[in-house]
């Protein structure tokens, strides 16, 4: 069957660390992948896109990676901030690139202690 | 810049009775608009799509239905409620293609008695 797997335990870590949110999918074959931010009570907010033939995407202290022999999706937060505080969403596409239709992971909710 | 406009953010609703929420966008045009649900401790699940005005794609066979009456408008609808319609209500919009991230309201919660 066809699964997207994030952990479902809250991740802790302390101010300053590095924070690694791990994605894996299974029977899917996603022309990309997405990563979204989500706070309490509010809507998902994009973070970053990586496609398929990219293996690493970066934006200020946020690093993607994607390896599709893996089926798997690693998102890093360097230095991270009691700020960064919430739970992050992978999505993935299932169709080929034809559609922007996204199918989405349960989140991991990260928890940074000062 | 654009924005996206959900109402209302709470409601509360007894079994049997209709729905109707409405999601919309300013600051684009022809985007691609999407329904979601999302209940506690689970993913969001892709309820309807739309390409454009009129056009609904259904993900999932339930107890709801979707219409585009304008470009940026869009609104989930229900003739009947049921109790396991509650759950928190995404709207969302991306221009058209692929490889487009989604940008989301900031939902409906929908509690039904």
């Known amino acids: 069957s066809q699964k997207i797997e994030q952990n479902s335990e809250a991740l802790n870590i302390q101010e300053g660390k590095t924070a690694t949110l791990t994605c894996n999918y299974t029977n899917y074959s996603p022309a990309y992948l997405q990563w979204y931010r989500q706070d309490p009570g509010r809507g998902p907010v994009f973070l970053l896109l990586?496609?398929?033939?990219?293996k690493e995407k970066r934006k200020e202290r946020l690093k993607v990676t994607f390896d599709t022999t893996l089926k798997q999706s690693l998102f890093h937060i360097t230095a991270s901030q009691p700020a960064d505080s919430a739970t992050y969403l992978c999505a993935l596409d299932n169709y080929g690139g034809a559609t922007n239709k996204l199918i989405f992971g349960t989140g991991t909710l990260l928890a940074v202690q000062p | 810049s654009q924005t996206i406009h959900q109402w209302p953010a709470t409601l509360v609703q007894p079994v049997g009775s209709p729905l109707s929420l409405e999601c919309t966008v300013e600051?684009?045009?022809?985007?691609?608009l999407y329904w979601y649900r999302q209940a506690a401790g689970r993913g969001l699940q892709l309820l309807f799509y739309s390409v454009g005005i009129g056009q609904i794609s259904s993900e999932v066979p339930q107890n709801l239905s979707a219409s585009r009456p304008q470009d940026r408008q869009f609104i989930l609808s229900s003739k009947k409620l049921l109790l396991s319609d509650s759950g928190f209500y995404l709207c969302a919009w991306s221009s058209q293609g692929s490889n487009q991230p989604q940008h989301f309201g900031d939902g409906t919660r929908l509690s039904i008695l």
């Open positions: 600051g684009t045009s022809n985007p691609n």
């Open positions: 990586i496609r398929e033939n990219e």
